[in-house]
C-alpha cells in the first residue's frame, strides 16, 4: 500500500523532450516508474530512448524507448496513463493541466515553479471541478519507494518502510528522507510552497491515517499562512496515528519572503513558534532541526507509540 503513487501507476510526462523532462524522466524510469509516454504535439509519433542501465527494482540493463503522444487525451487512449508530471515552463502550465484534466488523468504532479498566482487558481479550481487531483505546483512531486517516483526526488537516498511524510519543502523531503534512511518510508509527498497548492497537508494527513501500511507520520512545514494551524486542528480531530511535525524558519525575518512565495510573515501571523506550538497543544511531537526531528521519530518508533496524541 501506499497514498497516491504505486507500482501500478502509469506515468505520462508533460515537457518530457525537454531538457529537465529528459533527465528527471530518465531518473523516474531507473527508479522502476512506470513512465508510459511524453506528451509533445509537436513530436508526436517519435520515440524517446533512455539509457537506463540498472533500474532499482532490478529491472533495465538496455535502452528504454518511451513514444510521444499529441496529447494528454492520445495518451490515456494509448496506454490507460493515470498520472501525469507537468515539467512545461510557467507560461504554459495552466493550459497543460487544464489538458490533463479534460483528459480524465486522476493525477496531475506540477513540478514546475513560478506559476502565476492566478494560474494556480484558476487551473487548481478546474481540474477539482473534473475529479483530479493536483501535488504541487512548485514541489518536487512525490515518491513510493521501491515502487514508483513521479517528480525530482532522488529515488535512492532511502528505502520502502513505513513512515509517511508531507513536506512543503522539497530539500526538507530529501534530508529527512536520508535522516530516516534506515527506517524507510511508505510514501513521501511534497506539495509545494506556493500561496495555493493543491494537495494540502491535510490531504496527506487523511490519506497515511487510512493507509494500512503507514504507521508514523512526519509533517514539515515552514513559516507563512496557517496551513499547519489547520493540521493542527485536523490532527486532533482525526488522526490516532504517531505524528513528528518540524517547521522551517525560526530565524526568518519578520516580513521578508523566505525562498517559497508563501514563506513570508506578518506580524506574529505565520511565525515558527507559532505553528510549533498549534501542533505540540495536539500531541505532535516537533523537533527543532531536521536531525532532532528525526530523533524523535526514532524515539516515537521505540517507544512504540505509546505517549501520543489521541
Do not use: W
Amino acid at each position: 500500500m501506499a497514498i497516491y503513487l504505486t507500482k501500478e501507476s502509469k506515468v505520462l510526462v508533460q515537457g518530457m523532450t525537454g531538457g529537465e523532462g529528459m533527465k528527471h524522466t530518465r531518473r523516474m524510469l531507473a527508479a522502476g516508474t512506470n513512465v508510459v509516454g511524453g506528451v509533445n504535439p509537436r513530436k508526436a509519433g517519435q520515440t524517446v530512448d533512455f539509457d537506463v542501465p540498472q533500474r532499482l527494482n532490478g529491472l533495465g540493463g538496455a535502452p528504454m524507448a518511451v513514444p510521444v503522444f499529441g496529447s494528454v487525451a492520445e495518451g490515456i487512449h494509448a496506454t490507460g496513463a493515470d498520472v501525469t508530471v507537468v515539467f512545461v515552463p510557467p507560461a504554459f502550465a495552466k493550459a497543460a493541466v487544464i489538458e490533463a484534466a479534460d483528459a480524465g488523468i486522476g493525477l496531475a504532479v506540477v513540478i514546475t515553479e513560478g506559476i502565476p498566482v492566478h494560474d494556480s487558481v484558476a487551473f487548481h479550481a478546474y481540474a477539482k471541478s473534473k475529479g483530479t487531483r493536483i501535488i504541487g505546483p512548485n514541489c518536487p512531486g512525490l515518491i513510493t519507494p521501491g515502487q514508483s517516483n513521479a517528480g525530482i526526488i532522488p529515488a535512492d537516498i532511502t528505502k520502502p518502510g513505513r513512515i509517511g511524510l508531507v513536506s512543503k519543502s522539497g530539500t526538507l523531503t530529501y534530508q529527512l528522507m536520508y535522516e530516516l534512511r534506515d527506517i524507510g518510508f511508505s510514501t513521501c509527498v511534497g506539495i509545494g510552497g506556493d500561496p495555493v497548492v493543491g494537495t494540502t497537508h491535510i490531504d496527506c494527513l487523511a490519506a497515511f491515517q487510512d493507509d494500512p501500511d503507514t504507521d508514523l507520520i512526519v509533517l514539515i512545514g515552514e513559516i507563512g499562512g496557517d496551513a499547519e494551524e489547520r493540521a493542527a486542528a485536523y490532527v486532533r480531530e482525526h488522526v490516532t496515528k504517531p505524528v513528528v511535525g518540524y517547521i522551517a524558519g525560526f530565524t526568518a525575518p519578520e516580513g521578508r519572503t523566505m525562498g517559497h512565495a508563501g514563506a513570508i510573515v506578518s506580524g506574529s501571523s505565520g511565525t515558527a513558534q507559532a505553528k510549533k506550538e498549534a501542533l505540540e497543544a495536539v500531541g505532535v511531537r516537533v523537533g527543532s532541526t531536521s536531525t532532532e526531528t528525526a530523533k524523535l521519530v526514532l524515539a516515537c518508533l521505540e517507544a512504540g507509540f505509546a505517549d501520543t496524541h489521541s
